[in-house]
């Protein structure tokens, strides 16, 4: 990887309400943690490679990675450097786990922005939606001409998208609980989303969740933070979509069975994926109420709420990861971007 060029992605935050800039933070430590890591992870591949060879200078390498990375945080910029030589094992910078990914190689700078207009979400390569009101992220993206900009975003150019809370339910094709005016969804994940499924804000809790699919086998316990929170109460199949009967889902909108005296909004079409929906992580212990403290979701036969998804491009959870202060999500979502710019550098 020495002397190959450096590219700049650029990592938006929707800053139209809600708790963007505590992404923004989290996003920045997280970038420092994978940088860090990777100089730690670099230098010691190459101290080993120096060794077997015996004509390596492992020691002047660490000097000019670590000037290299105090150039870099002065500038603004957070670099995340991936080489896949040395990245096939699981470590811990601090108290973080940090899992990486083994496929690809990357030099890499992030521009983190915040995005209020076409504009700017024009210059990003990923996007976070994060937790707030989604109904207010809603009437505010009409309002400002961003709504449909944002479908065609994540819907049709598949850029990496991740919504939090409120941003969960702004991606899901359908909602349940909806308000009677004024929500509508962006779309792209092919669920149907219930709102305020654990009651009011007074209801509000926090859990603690193992996550194997994002931080690994061996990761600890994610501290997940619920306010308000929605879970999603159905992955959409293809028997849920009606269109113009083709078979091949293009364009459809997927529709289910509303509960009784429930509102539902659906997304309007765009282009369908064929990607799977992932069930990456569920709460487990809570049955369909949170009222009734005597059952929980073993005594109904399930396995937990679903709480975190993916489909292709789009990442979801119902939880707030930017209130805890653990970057470790961020440092996944991070490397999801990487590989996406670096899938659509190399073309088909």
């Given at each position: 990887?020495t002397g ?23 996003l920045r430590?997280a970038?420092?943690d994978?940088h860090r890591?990777q100089?730690v992870e ?7 490679s ?11 390498d660490a ?5 290299d990375s ?6 603004g910029?957070?670099p995340?450097?991936i ?5 096939s094992?699981?470590?811990k910078n601090g108290?973080v786990?940090?899992p990486l990914?083994?496929?690809?190689d990357?030099?890499?700078?992030f521009?983190l922005?915040?995005v209020r ?6 210059r ?6 994060p ?5 207010s992220?809603?009437?505010i993206?009409s ?5 449909e900009?944002?479908?065609e975003?994540?819907?049709?150019q598949?850029?990496?998208t991740w919504?939090?809370?409120a941003?969960l339910?702004?991606?899901a094709e ?9 929500q509508?969804?962006i779309?792209?994940?092919?669920v149907r989303?219930?709102?305020n499924?654990?009651g009011?804000q007074v209801?509000?809790?926090?859990a603690?969740?193992l996550?194997?699919a994002?931080l ?11 306010i308000?929170?929605?879970v999603?109460?159905a992955?959409?199949?293809?028997d849920s979509?009606?269109?113009d009967g083709?078979g091949?889902g293009?364009g459809?909108?997927?529709l ?9 909004v659906?997304a309007p079409?765009?282009?369908a ?5 992932e069930?990456?992580g ?8 949170i009222?009734d403290?005597?059952?929980n979701a073993?005594d109904?036969?399930?396995d937990?709420d679903?709480v975190?998804?993916?489909q292709?491009?789009?990442?979801g ?5 930017e ?13 999801e971007?990487?590989k996406?710019?670096r899938e659509r550098?190399?073309?088909?």
């Amino acid at each position: 990887m020495t002397g190959s060029p450096t590219s700049t992605i650029t990592i938006g935050v929707l800053a139209l309400q809600g708790a963007f800039a505590e992404h923004i933070t989290l996003l920045r430590q997280a970038a420092d943690d994978l940088h860090r890591f990777q100089i730690v992870e670099r230098d010691d591949w190459r101290s080993q490679s120096a060794h077997a060879d015996g004509h390596a200078d492992a020691d002047g390498d660490a000097a000019d990675a670590n000037a290299d990375s105090g150039d870099r945080r002065a500038s603004g910029s957070h670099p995340i450097k991936i080489n896949s030589s040395c990245a096939s094992s699981s470590t811990k910078n601090g108290d973080v786990t940090l899992p990486l990914d083994s496929d690809f190689d990357s030099d890499f700078d992030f521009d983190l922005i915040e995005v209020r207009t076409p504009a700017s979400l024009a210059r990003c390569d990923g996007l976070i939606i994060p937790g707030g009101e989604s109904t207010s992220i809603s009437l505010i993206a009409s309002r400002t001409g961003l709504l449909e900009p944002l479908r065609e975003f994540v819907k049709v150019q598949r850029r990496p998208t991740w919504g939090t809370c409120a941003g969960l339910i702004l991606l899901a094709e359908s909602a349940n609980k909806s308000k009677a005016s004024g929500q509508e969804l962006i779309g792209g994940l092919d669920v149907r989303v219930q709102r305020n499924y654990f009651g009011r804000q007074v209801e509000s809790f926090e859990a603690d969740l193992l996550l194997p699919a994002l931080l690994g086998e061996e990761g600890d316990v994610f501290h997940t933070v619920f306010i308000r929170a929605p879970v999603v109460e159905a992955v959409l199949t293809p028997d849920s979509f009606v269109g113009d009967g083709d078979g091949e889902g293009e364009g459809e909108v997927p529709l289910a069975a509303p509960t009784t005296d429930d509102a539902v909004v659906v997304a309007p079409a765009k282009q369908a994926t064929k990607a799977p929906v992932e069930i990456l992580g569920r709460l487990p212990g809570r049955a369909k109420t949170i009222r009734d403290q005597t059952t929980n979701a073993a005594d109904l036969g399930e396995d937990g709420d679903i709480v975190a998804v993916k489909q292709g491009n789009v990442f979801g959870t119902a939880f707030h990861p930017e209130l805890t202060g653990d970057g470790r999500i961020h440092a996944w979502w991070l490397r999801e971007v990487v590989k996406a710019v670096r899938e659509r550098q190399m073309g088909p």
